[in-house]
């Protein structure tokens, strides 16, 4: 066997791709083209690799080596070199996008949020049940539309639109301002965060991953502006309900490599939203949805089981640039989760099996007159839309979104909203658990499934 290794460690001292791909072999990515090398070389000299970590093998054989050539020598010290700068990278990178607070961080960001108490109107304001326009030409434009325009599913009302009087507003938070929304019993009822994440690579990078997704992806939501696409588990399609990794991608036609690395790098960025959510928001906030996730152990958002390790303790990489940084034995999101694109859904209200939801805008290119603004509409309260904001609101109590300044006929239109949100169906853990529990039939759960809406407009 060491007759075999110095065997091996010689051929890759003579093979140029092999040395340069073990300097850089410093990223998961990196290090299988290196592996793969590897392996093929171990395969000719007969090598068996094995029950072997082959990689932390090959690192042991050349440490125990009597000598090494220069060249190999080299690859080795180049890559030592970069491992140590990526960790100071990565260091950086975390305490700049706040991973690492612990709760005096908390409190301490928190006392700098302003609060607002608010007070419930008699009736809500915008009404629900309507589109809500800002301006009469944005009305206009999209008039036509919701009255006339095939409807994806007859089975829903046409919804009309109300041109917003800002003046019967209770608050008009502009698109700088961050605020702690607050009941007069000191109930949170929503919040506003600006400037979410202070490194705006990773910002970037995560747009780019909402775009991707958007664009690969089916809509779910036909009959509102933009586009909404799931992301993680749902309770399966309406005629064969199961609990399921999403299966609504437009095309089939992608590699089992490619499909993995989709999902991979969509659930990174819900789980990197989610460890920045649960060092920033207030503990009321991160405490609803743990005893959700804790109380139903419903799997997290895993790219259908491939992120590595085990329950909800696994692995996420966030990539910037030539920078991959992975992040071991982090807690993964919630299962279900939505991108969205110049998104806006009429004034409702919602069942989910938690009491927050919470939404992430990535990026926007518009001003506060283009429109799709979010309204906490039990208490009249307007959030004008801004990049890198979150909003956490109460599913269950009036909300949506402005419509977009655009026509809807414009297929590439000139204003560009786009994020994500940690919302989930109330059907997801409660039909399935009722049906796992033997408690409903297969027909009563495809009942529900097909028929039961958890949104509401009266």
């Not at 080299?74 to 960790?87: D, G, L, P, V, Y």
């Not at 006339?148 to 938070?173: E, F, G, M, W, Y």
């Not at 919470?358 to 926007?364: I, K």
Request: glycine share 4%; with cysteine; hydrophobic share 35%.
């Amino acid at each position: 066997m060491l007759t075999q290794c110095t065997q091996l460690l010689k051929r890759v001292s003579a093979d140029p791709e092999a040395l340069q791909l073990l300097q850089h072999a410093t990223s998961p990515a990196n290090k299988q083209a290196f592996l793969t090398k590897l392996d093929n070389f171990a395969s000719q000299l007969k090598i068996s690799a094995r029950g072997l970590d082959l990689f932390r093998s090959f690192l042991t054989w050349c440490r125990s080596a009597k000598s090494l050539s220069t060249n190999l020598q080299a690859a080795i010290q180049a890559r030592a070199h970069a491992e140590m700068q990526k960790r100071a990278t990565k260091h950086a990178f975390i305490q700049r996008t706040n991973l690492d607070w612990k709760h005096f961080d908390r409190d301490a960001f928190l006392a700098t949020i302003p609060i607002k108490e608010v007070k419930a109107l008699k009736t809500p304001f915008p009404p629900i049940g309507h589109h809500i326009a800002i301006s009469p030409s944005i009305a206009k434009k999209w008039r036509h539309y919701f009255a006339s325009a095939k409807q994806p599913d007859k089975r829903k009302r046409r919804r009309p639109i109300h041109l917003l009087n800002s003046s019967k507003l209770t608050v008009d938070l502009p698109p700088t301002e961050s605020a702690l929304f607050k009941n007069k019993k000191g109930d949170i009822i929503g919040m506003v965060i600006r400037n979410f994440c202070p490194n705006q690579g990773a910002v970037a990078w995560a747009d780019l991953v909402a775009e991707r997704a958007l664009s690969l992806r089916k809509n779910i939501r036909m009959e509102d502006t933009g586009k909404l696409v799931q992301v993680g588990y749902s309770a399966g399609s309406r005629s064969s309900p199961k609990f399921d990794w999403v299966k609504n991608l437009l095309s089939n036609a992608h590699s089992d490599d490619a499909l993995a690395e989709i999902n991979d790098d969509d659930s990174s960025v819900f789980a990197f939203a989610w460890q920045q959510l649960r060092s920033l928001l207030p503990m009321p906030v991160i405490d609803d949805f743990d005893l959700y996730l804790n109380g139903t152990k419903i799997k997290r958002m895993d790219a259908n089981g491939h992120l590595p390790s085990s329950k909800s303790q696994r692995s996420y990489s966030v990539k910037i640039g030539d920078n991959e940084f992975d992040f071991h034995h982090a807690e993964l999101a919630p299962p279900t989760g939505v991108f969205g694109q110049n998104y806006s859904r009429p004034i409702h209200y919602e069942t989910q099996p938690h009491k927050y939801a919470a939404s992430w805008t990535l990026s926007r290119n518009a001003g506060s007159p283009e429109g799709m603004h979010f309204y906490f509409a039990k208490y009249g309260i307007q959030v004008q839309a801004a990049p890198n904001t979150v909003i956490v609101w109460i599913p269950s109590e009036p909300h949506g979104t402005c419509l977009p300044n655009y026509h809807p006929t414009d297929g590439d239109p000139p204003i560009l909203q786009r994020g994500l949100a940690f919302i989930t169906s109330n059907r997801l853990p409660l039909v399935w658990q009722q049906y796992v529990d033997g408690h409903i039939t297969h027909a009563q759960a495809l009942h529900k499934i097909a028929y039961k809406s958890d949104e509401h407009y009266s």
